[in-house]
């Protein structure tokens, strides 16, 4: 049976970084598959279940896995941090711009939700569709972080954004069904947890 690839996965590019590349000062190519499971976990939370757009990242700023060219663009700054850029077009006929400085990944759904959420609002008043790109690049920077700066996250989405720690082998096996069933290991993490509380109350 084909397995279906989510097209957030299927889009995305990331550079060797660490540990093959000398010149890398974080995380890229191994860290991408985690990083692309929380945004699509956000995508679902804030109600953009089908959107999908092109990420990609890098280790450093030489841009090997061109995130220039990213709708959503991660580059290496500093240990565990990426400058984010947004704004290209998902054809690579328009440059992204720099938008955040110095984002460590452990706040990545902070950065993102009220983008995500702005998008939804505006996707929402549309005729045409617009991808999430040219979204970016419509509204600009300064609507973008007046948005961010005012939004406040409801306690739901607050909550959602906790993590939880599995062992090595577990997460390989969770990934390794996941890939095969074609659904987000959130999903199952969330199922599975929830089937043994309710098989112990
Ligand atoms: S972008 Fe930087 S870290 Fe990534 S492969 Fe190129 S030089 Fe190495």
Do not use: F, H, K
């Given at each position: 049976m084909e397995t279906a690839i989510d097209p957030l996965v299927r889009y995305s590019?990331?550079?060797?970084?660490?540990?093959?590349?000398?010149?890398?000062?974080?995380?890229?190519?191994?860290?991408?598959?985690?990083?692309?499971?929380?945004?699509?976990a956000l995508l679902d939370r804030v109600g953009l279940e089908q959107e999908h757009f092109v990420t990609?990242?890098?280790?450093?700023?030489?841009?090997c896995a061109r995130p220039y060219l990213a709708e959503l663009g991660f580059v290496g700054q500093s240990p565990s941090s990426y400058q984010i850029w947004l704004g290209a077009d998902p054809h690579q006929?328009?440059?992204a711009q720099p938008?955040?400085?110095?984002l460590h990944i452990?706040?990545?759904?902070?950065?993102?939700?009220?983008l995500f959420v702005y998008f939804k609002q505006e996707k929402q008043e549309r005729v045409e569709p617009e991808s999430f790109g040219d979204f970016c690049d419509r509204v600009g920077f300064d609507a973008l972080r007046r948005f961010a700066a005012a939004y406040q996250p409801t306690p739901a989405k607050v909550r959602g954004k906790y993590r939880v720690g599995v062992r090595d082998e577990v997460y390989d096996r969770l990934k390794k069904h996941a890939t095969e069933k074609g659904v987000h290991m959130s999903e199952i993490s969330s199922k599975a947890i929830e089937a043994y509380l309710n098989s112990i109350e």
């Open positions: 590019m990331a550079c060797p970084a660490l540990p093959t590349c000398g010149l890398a000062v974080t995380e890229s190519e191994r860290a991408m598959p985690g990083i692309l499971d929380r945004i699509r990609r990242m890098t280790g450093c700023p030489n841009g006929t328009r440059l938008y955040l400085d110095n452990d706040n990545l759904e902070a950065a993102l939700e009220p």
